[in-house]
């Protein structure tokens, strides 16, 4: 492994090689960790670069910030909101219609440690459907693009947070829509990261799903872990557990991360560096800032990796009716015919 050689550092001013004709969808670009990544890969010269944000605001801010890292004219804002699937669908279907490449695909928004709700829309637990279902989704439409670019990368932005969940089985919607408090609702989101990118990783080894078996040239699928870094998602845990909570962010905030110096650098090295394709890293887990490590025991789980698959595709079945990629999950019901179209192989 490179790192061996070079170090554990990867100084994204110094380390991201130039982008020169690369585009980048990074979800989450309006704050945050997300900022910083799309504030670095802007520093490089990319081709283009789509902003996915969900506040107006924020998106607008971001924009603004932008301004001292690169030529803000390469971005592309777009609002979306992952709290409804709907509207996931048309962007993810825009991108696919605007994009001849797609060079990276990050996958970083989120909902932090949080209350239990149900998305108003869809009837999914918000975390679940934002961190998780909506970018399997934005993933699943993009593939051929990120297929048919060399060495293109998706990047989902997990945590170690996703080693602290147990009791979980993947098996029905109602199983999803439990309220099994702040922590453990994020944490099984993140688990569902890592779970997706080795069921993604090993459907690219055996040709499915499109894929090539036979070519080494990406997509490179990994998940990261940014580290502890100081962003609005601490403040929605303090919302969730109120003082004992602030009194620890209070205790904790200054050891975290900046998110743009530090909390940004393991997508990025994910998503940039010409080492994760000499070192063939895919379907892995990596910690700041460039690190591969060995995930969590459920997190290699493959029946737990395959219950996942087919809840989430049979959940958006349900949700948007027909899916555009081909599933593979067969729900016998349309499979008889019985909900008059068959389940969503287009
Ligand atoms: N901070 C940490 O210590 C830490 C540790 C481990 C992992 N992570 C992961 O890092 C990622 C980024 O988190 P962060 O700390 O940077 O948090 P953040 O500052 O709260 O940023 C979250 C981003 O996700 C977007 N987002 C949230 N809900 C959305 C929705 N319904 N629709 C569309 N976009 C939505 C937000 O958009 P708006 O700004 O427009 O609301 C924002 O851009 C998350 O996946 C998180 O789980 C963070």
Redesign the pocket.
Same mark, same amino acid.
């Given at each position: 492994m490179t790192h061996l050689i070079t170090g554990n550092k990867f100084d994204p001013n110094t380390d991201i090689p130039d982008l020169s004709g690369k585009i980048y969808v990074v979800? #989450? !670009?309006?704050? #945050? &960790? !997300?900022f910083g990544i799309v504030a670095h890969i802007l520093q490089h010269n990319p081709a283009k670069l789509y902003l996915? !944000?969900?506040?107006e605001e924020? &998106?607008q801010w971001a924009q603004d910030e932008l301004k001292k890292y690169g030529d803000t004219s390469k971005i592309v804002p777009v609002q &979306? %909101?992952? %709290?409804d699937l709907h509207n996931v669908d048309e962007v993810a279907k825009r991108l696919a219609k605007e994009l001849h490449q797609l060079d990276g695909l990050i996958c970083?928004?989120?909902? *932090?440690v949080g209350v239990y709700n149900e998305t108003p829309k869809d009837g999914i637990d918000s975390h679940m459907q =934002?961190?998780f279902i909506s970018q399997f989704h934005l993933t699943m439409v993009l593939l051929p693009l990120l297929q048919q670019t060399a060495n293109s990368r998706l990047v989902l932005?997990?945590?170690d947070l996703h080693r602290a969940i147990s009791d979980v089985q993947f098996a029905s919607l109602a199983e999803i829509n439990r309220d099994i408090g702040p922590t453990m609702l994020y944490n099984r989101t993140?688990l569902a990261q890592v779970l997706f990118v080795r069921a993604m990783a090993r459907r690219l080894e055996k040709g499915e799903l499109g894929f090539d078996a036979n070519s080494h040239t990406g997509p490179w699928i990994n998940a990261v872990? $940014? #580290? !502890? =870094?100081s962003?609005?998602?601490p403040k929605q845990a303090e919302d969730a557990y109120g003082k004992l909570a602030s009194a620890a962010v209070a205790v904790l905030r200054p050891l975290?991360k900046d $998110?743009v110096d530090e *909390?940004c650098r393991p997508a990025l090295f994910a998503a940039t560096s010409e080492d994760i394709v000499k070192d063939k890293v895919q379907g892995q887990y990596i910690v700041p800032d460039r690190k591969v490590t060995e995930p969590s025991k459920q997190a290699k789980d493959e029946q737990l990796q395959e219950n996942l698959w087919r809840l989430t595709e049979e959940i958006l079945s349900d949700k948007l009716r027909s899916l555009p990629y081909r599933t593979q999950y067969v729900d016998p019901m349309a499979k008889e015919g019985l909900h008059g179209q068959p389940a969503g192989r287009q």
């Open positions: 979800t #989450g !670009g309006s704050s #945050g &960790i !997300g996915l !944000g969900k506040k924020h &998106i &979306i %909101e992952l %709290e970083n928004a989120g909902l *932090g =934002v961190n932005q997990s945590s993140k872990h $940014p #580290g !502890g =870094v962003t609005d998602q975290m $998110p *909390g």
